[in-house]
């Protein structure tokens, strides 16, 4: 599983009676925005597939290495932020914005109870914007172009999909996504990415089980990828060090973590 993040067909109904992925990964995060049915079935998951309370951690953790060394080391100061989640501690405004106030954000998603939150906690700096856009994945050409209302698509944009395209189930498809959003972002941009796996070497076997037990009872449908077809999604650009990794590994300090069966990876495009 993984992080929220914009299901697909438009922006749906809130229903509190089916699991919803955003709810359930603020509930396996420590959050307080969800339902008991969420619970229910987040628990459900746990217990087919331990290993996904460290995914929703190192997935989160993930975002904060990898928004610190693109905005300190990169200078980056615009980020597109394509799936939002429900917001918790340290969204990538508030890393970016701490770093350099001056920073722009937008986010995307087109889940009814994260319109509601975004537009109460995702605040902005004075110096800097924050905006939300209510859009989905399959229609990259109109998220480039409601963002270009706050972003600067002459210079740098930041580019986080992080645990979106597991919604995406055809895989030619999430490809395309990622070539038409990258294709209008200049050259310096990056493309900020995490992915759930199947891969073996990672843990990610019981993946398989718990998402058939998850499309069959919570909502949006989910898949994962093998390791080949993860970093196809970056064709085209350069992958920074250490490049496509447990996300768990990237970048991380002290001793390094156990992997988990979420990659993660930073390109820059040339």
Same mark, same amino acid.
């Given at each position: 599983?993984?992080?929220?993040?914009?299901?697909?067909?438009?922006?749906?109904?809130?229903?509190?009676?089916?699991?919803?992925?955003?709810?359930?990964?603020?509930?396996?995060?420590?959050?307080?925005?969800?339902?008991?049915?969420?619970?229910?079935?987040?628990?459900?998951?746990?217990?087919?597939?331990?290993?996904?309370?460290?995914?929703?951690?190192?997935?989160?953790?993930?975002?904060?290495?990898?928004?610190?060394?693109?905005?300190?080391?990169?200078?980056?100061?615009?980020?597109?932020?394509?799936?939002?989640?429900?917001?918790?501690?340290?969204?990538?405004?508030?890393?970016?914005?701490?770093?350099?106030?001056?920073?722009?954000?937008?986010?995307?998603?087109?889940?009814?109870?994260?319109?509601?939150?975004?537009?109460?906690?995702?605040?902005?700096?004075?110096?800097?914007?924050?905006?939300?856009?209510?859009?989905?994945?399959?229609?990259?050409?109109?998220?480039?172009?409601?963002?270009?209302?706050?972003?600067?698509?002459?210079?740098?944009?930041?580019?986080?999909?992080?645990?979106?395209? @597991?919604?995406?189930?055809?895989?030619?498809?999430?490809?395309?996504?990622?070539?038409?959003?990258?294709?209008?972002?200049?050259?310096?941009?990056?493309?900020?990415?995490?992915?759930?796996?199947?891969?073996?070497?990672?843990?990610?076997?019981?993946?398989?089980?718990?998402?058939?037990?998850? @499309?069959?009872?919570?909502?949006?449908?989910?898949?994962?990828?093998?390791?080949?077809?993860?970093?196809?999604?970056?064709?085209?650009?350069?992958?920074?060090?250490?490049?496509?990794?447990?996300?768990?590994?990237?970048?991380?300090?002290?001793?390094?973590?156990?992997?988990?069966?979420?990659?993660?990876?930073?390109?820059?495009?040339?």
């Amino acid at each position: 599983m993984s992080e929220s993040r914009t299901p697909p067909g438009g922006s749906p109904r809130l229903n509190t009676g089916v699991a919803h992925n955003a709810r359930v990964w603020n509930y396996w995060v420590g959050g307080k925005d969800n339902y008991e049915v969420d619970q229910q079935v987040g628990e459900h998951v746990a217990g087919m597939f331990p290993v996904i309370r460290d995914v929703a951690r190192a997935d989160r953790e993930f975002l904060g290495r990898a928004v610190r060394h693109l905005t300190t080391e990169r200078g980056v100061r615009q980020f597109l932020d394509v799936g939002t989640g429900l917001p918790t501690v340290d969204n990538t405004h508030e890393i970016a914005q701490r770093i350099a106030p001056e920073s722009r954000i937008v986010y995307v998603d087109n889940d009814p109870i994260v319109l509601v939150h975004a537009r109460t906690l995702l605040t902005s700096t004075r110096e800097g914007v924050t905006d939300y856009i209510d859009a989905d994945v399959h229609d990259p050409d109109a998220i480039v172009e409601r963002a270009s209302a706050t972003l600067d698509f002459d210079r740098p944009i930041a580019v986080m999909m992080l645990g979106i395209l @597991n919604f995406v189930l055809d895989t030619g498809e999430a490809r395309d996504i990622v070539r038409r959003v990258m294709d209008a972002v200049p050259s310096g941009s990056f493309l900020v990415l995490t992915h759930p796996t199947f891969d073996a070497d990672l843990g990610g076997e019981g993946n398989l089980a718990a998402m058939e037990f998850w @499309n069959a009872n919570a909502t949006p449908p989910i898949t994962a990828r093998g390791r080949a077809e993860v970093a196809a999604f970056f064709e085209g650009l350069e992958l920074v060090e250490p490049g496509l990794v447990p996300c768990s590994q990237w970048r991380a300090e002290g001793d390094l973590p156990a992997a988990v069966p979420q990659f993660g990876a930073v390109a820059v495009k040339p």
